[in-house]
């Protein structure tokens, strides 16, 4: 809806920027940190591994100090888990801990919120060869203990959690579950007792929270894919509310209202992986609310009818990472109005206001951006900056989106671009950059890591000095 004015954003809106531990940090072997998932995965050769990542993690100051300059309000990061507890659970890595004190206390120096995500994709390779992981029982209580450790090692000074990142991501991707990616038919049945199992921890964890962090907010961070109906076929529609059922509210709805939705009951049950509810399980996901919802927007997708035929049966699904065709129910197919970055990603701020408003009207929860962003590949040029201007375009509709979704009352508490130094992708390595400092390597030459700003550095200030006025 179009409105004479549009509302200012508030004056404490929160103006940050994401990363994740395995993505930035790199040292990966040092001091004392354990195996996670994402260090034994097999990477392409072409790509780089986890282990320099933009070395973060010996210069941290100096990022934050870019951070201050570009005057952000908040930095949202995440714990590697395995620095903390090298195998999951057990003994402590005291220099582990030290670390993430030093990088919040600096934060704080620096006038900028910690927003920290508990658990992003790096899931201890030790609670694998232990017992098989998220898909055990037992996945439970460790990462509870391991919240638990954070709110009193932190919790003085860090007031906003994030539980997991992109569960829904998690539960079809095996690798990220420390599974073999073969026999996916097999591996989406596991995924959703993994689900059940994180969903029953991440509860646990917000009554945690609850109890320990004075002033203490938490919440979930998931990917929301906004979906619409390829035609006006009163099919595609449907296809279109089955997607989002099953793709995007199942999770939500046992975050927020702890339930196993109607059609998603239905979905699980009818290909047998429905996972064992033990009692109190959903009482424990009643009974802890979030006080947020976080969640991470990079495109739309457009969304057709997919009715059986001769060739496939219930129960098939094919992956382009996600599932994104699942025979009787809907696929993805090309959205022919927008554009796409390179990888694909159809670029869609509208589809950021349409799931800021039905996320608000379904759950009422005040809403967080933790992750938004534009990769791209991108070269240092020999003279003047980078100038990142379709970086700077994507990232200003977006912004746009949500200051719109806010005039219309959505409650939103901030909004973090991912990212802020470049780091390293989830599937490309270092060729696909989100930053807006460039960080001076390559997938394999490691160079000398030097920061430099790109043009969006000084847009994105300049964002922030006037509240979201000047986009
Ligand atoms: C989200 C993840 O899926 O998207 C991040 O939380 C990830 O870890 C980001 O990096 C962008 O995805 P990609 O594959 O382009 O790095």
């Known amino acids: 809806m179009q409105t004479r004015k549009v509302n200012d954003f508030p004056k404490d809106f929160l103006w940050g920027a994401s990363s994740a531990a395995f993505q930035i940090e790199g040292a990966a072997y040092e001091d004392g940190k354990g195996l996670s998932v994402m260090d034994v995965r097999k990477v392409k050769p072409e790509i780089c591994d986890y282990s320099v990542a933009s070395d973060h993690y010996h210069r941290y100051k100096e990022d934050i100090a870019l951070m201050k300059e570009c005057g952000l309000k908040a930095y949202r990061f995440s714990i590697a888990w395995t620095r903390i507890f090298p195998k999951g659970n057990g003994e402590v890595n005291q220099k582990g801990v030290d670390f993430y004190n030093d990088l919040i206390n600096e934060l704080i120096r620096n006038d900028i919120v910690p927003i920290v995500t508990i658990y992003h994709f790096e899931y201890p390779q030790g609670l694998v060869d232990q017992y098989g992981g998220w898909i055990n029982r037992r996945s439970i209580e460790d990462y509870v203990n391991y919240a638990e450790f954070l709110f009193r090692t932190y919790g003085d000074r860090v007031k906003y959690w994030l539980t997991i990142n992109e569960q829904d991501h998690v539960v079809h991707m095996p690798f990220r579950l420390g599974l073999t990616d073969d026999n996916r038919k097999e591996k989406e049945k596991l995924g959703f007792l993994a689900n059940h199992n994180m969903c029953v921890a991440a ?3 917000i009554k945690k929270c609850h109890e320990i962090v004075e002033g203490g907010k ?9 979906m619409y109906p390829t035609t006006n076929n009163p099919a595609d529609m449907l296809a279109t509310m089955d997607a989002m059922e099953i793709r995007n509210y199942y999770l939500l709805d046992l975050n927020c209202r702890g339930e196993y939705n109607g059609t998603f009951r239905r ?3 009818d290909r047998n992986m429905m996972p064992e509810i033990y009692p109190g399980d959903m009482e424990a996901m009643k009974e802890n609310r979030p006080d947020f919802l976080a969640f991470n927007y990079y495109y739309s997708e457009s969304i057709s009818a997919n009715p059986l035929d001769d ?5 098939d699904i094919e992956f382009k990472l996600l599932p994104s065709k699942e025979a009787g129910i809907y696929k993805v197919v090309k959205n022919e109005n927008l554009k796409a970055t390179l990888w694909g990603w159809e670029i869609d701020d509208t589809g950021l206001q349409c799931s800021a408003r039905l996320l608000y009207d379904r759950y009422r929860l005040p809403l ?5 962003g534009f990769g791209n590949k991108e070269v240092w040029p020999e003279e003047g900056i980078l100038e990142d ?6 990232l200003s509709r977006h912004i746009r989106a949500v200051k719109e979704a806010m005039n219309l009352g959505v409650d939103f508490i901030g909004f973090c671009c991912w990212s802020f130094i470049d780091l390293i992708s989830g599937h490309s390595g270092f060729s696909k950059r989100y930053g807006f400092v460039y960080v001076n390597r390559d997938e394999h030459d490691l160079k000398d890591m030097a920061r430099r700003k790109k043009k969006s ?7 922030i000095e006037t509240n979201g006025e000047e986009l």
């Open 203 to 205: 509860a646990l964890a």
């Open 218 to 226: 938490i919440g979930p961070a998931t990917c929301f894919e906004m």
């Open 267 to 269: 979905y699980l049950e």
């Open 311 to 315: 060739e496939h049966e219930i129960g």
């Open 368 to 372: 967080l951006i933790t992750e938004c």
């Open 389 to 394: 201007d379709d970086r700077i375009d994507y």
């Open 457 to 463: 550095f000084y847009w994105y200030k300049r964002v």
